[in-house]
């Protein structure tokens, strides 16, 4: 399988932009999308946006779409997601994930999945 490592997360103001990283190792052969999804404390864990593996087709859920911007540097392995405008709605631990085909955008749809990197935004 492939394995993904997060980093990026920290504290920042409210308005502020964090660009966070996801590091791609092992089966990266395997891997069609890498998606990024968000789950704060209660709640259920949510799309936040995709990438075509060395590609440039994307998706973004309807909460970020105009904020969030989502990139690859093929050569290094690395998605970029850049999060702009930031609010303390967008605190949670964000995770990145691999999928091996374009079935959906739910987390059960992605196999490999990072440790997560918290995001707080304070106000």
């Known amino acids: 399988q492939a394995q993904l490592v997060e980093s990026g997360g920290g504290l920042v103001q409210a308005g502020g932009s964090l660009r966070l990283s996801c590091a791609a190792s092992g089966r990266i052969f395997s891997i069609y999308q890498i998606g990024w999804f968000r789950q704060a404390p209660g709640k259920e864990r949510e799309f936040v946006a995709s990438?075509?593996?060395?590609?440039?087709?994307?998706s973004y859920a309807d909460s970020v779409k105009g904020r969030f911007t989502i990139s690859t540097e093929y050569a290094k392995n690395m998605v970029l997601p850049q999060m702009n405008r930031l609010s303390p709605e967008d605190t949670a631990v964000y995770y990145c994930?691999?999928?091996?085909?374009?079935?959906?955008?739910?987390?059960?749809?992605?196999?490999?999945w990072g440790q997560g990197t918290q995001v707080t935004v304070s106000s």
């Open positions: 994930a691999a999928a091996s085909s374009a079935i959906g955008f739910r987390p059960a749809d992605f196999g490999s």
């Open positions: 990438i075509r593996w060395g590609g440039s087709a994307t």
